[in-house]
């Protein structure tokens, strides 16, 4: 598995000539889970699809991304189409929105597989099969028959997990793929993603706002605030010794809705009033 390095990402909008993304660096060692926090609009997204480069031509970018040492921002759009899914997977927070309303859901899996694989198309609906299994989805032909509308939010992300186990990638970049999930898909999809990441040795870049889920699944964090990542390092860290006033806030304000949540529930825990 490879490394991803970021070095002096900046994205800014052409027409306002804002800057969304200010000279952000960090790396992704092989195998391990990143996960990047921040409040709503501070550059999150914009940072995950700009590895993938998926983000509209209005902007502009500058800096390197480098996946085992090839700068992808050099690369043909035809080499970059080969990387994509095979090598870089993206997850993003509506499942709806990653799949075709118009195909059942297996036509849009074996055009992907199709794409980087030789494979018939029995040994791609036996693979996906497969995977479909081991994220606990049952009956795996009636789902490849369904329409994405037909599915929950939670099984469609399953999915996508097990699309990832198939295709192996490098790298699974996951833009607050639980989300739009009720609590208990919530979890399972988390626990999908942790066995996703022990079974093939990917690494992760993983986007949330719930400071519990990225304390499960992340070796490091960055926090992000207006565009720029204003604290990184490694977990256990960040939790124990927040140095930004910003990541004190998010880290206090989680801990909190943890207390609130207790005393509700009949805990011993005080609220703060
Ligand atoms: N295509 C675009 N053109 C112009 N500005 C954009 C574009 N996409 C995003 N932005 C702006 O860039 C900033 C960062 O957006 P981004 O989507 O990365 O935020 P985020 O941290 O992912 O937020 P959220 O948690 O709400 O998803 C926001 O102010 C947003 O309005």
Redesign the pocket.
Same mark, same amino acid.
Do not use: F
């Given at each position: 598995m490879n490394s991803l390095e970021v070095s002096n990402l900046k994205i800014g909008?052409d027409a306002t000539g804002?800057a +969304?993304v200010r000279n952000s660096s960090f790396l992704v060692e092989p195998g391990s889970c990143t996960a990047i926090v921040? %409040?709503?609009?501070?550059?999150?997204? +914009?940072?995950c699809r700009a590895i993938l480069r998926l983000?509209?031509a209005? +902007?502009r970018q500058s800096g390197s991304i480098a996946l085992g040492g090839v700068d992808l921002t050099k690369l043909s759009e035809r080499e970059m189409r080969k990387i994509r899914g095979r090598r870089l997977c993206l997850i993003v927070q509506n499942g709806m929105r990653a799949f075709d309303p118009s195909s059942v859901v297996g036509v849009h899996l074996r055009e992907t597989l199709n794409r980087h694989f030789g494979w018939s198309r029995a040994e791609m609906t036996a693979r996906m099969g497969k995977a479909m299994e081991s994220v606990r989805l049952k009956d795996p032909v009636a789902v490849m028959n369904s329409f994405p509308h037909q599915l929950s939010g939670g099984m469609l992300q399953r999915i996508m997990i097990a699309l990832a186990l198939v295709l192996e990638p490098d790298i699974v970049v996951a833009d %607050?793929p639980t989300t739009a999930l009720d609590t208990v898909s919530q979890y399972e999809v988390v626990e999908q993603f942790a066995s996703l990441r022990a079974r093939i040795g990917c690494s992760m870049i993983f986007?949330s706002?719930d400071l519990g889920v990225v304390r499960r699944l992340a070796d490091e964090i960055l926090v992000?605030r207006d565009?720029e990542i204003v604290e990184s390092g490694p977990t256990r860290k960040i939790f124990s010794e927040p140095r930004h006033a910003y990541t004190r806030h998010l880290i206090s304000a989680k801990e909190a809705l943890n207390r609130r949540f207790n005393h509700v529930m009949g805990g011993d825990d005080v609220v703060d009033r």
């Open positions: 909008d804002r +969304l921040g %409040e709503s609009g501070s550059g999150k997204s +914009l940072t983000n509209p209005g +902007l %607050e986007v706002h992000m565009g």
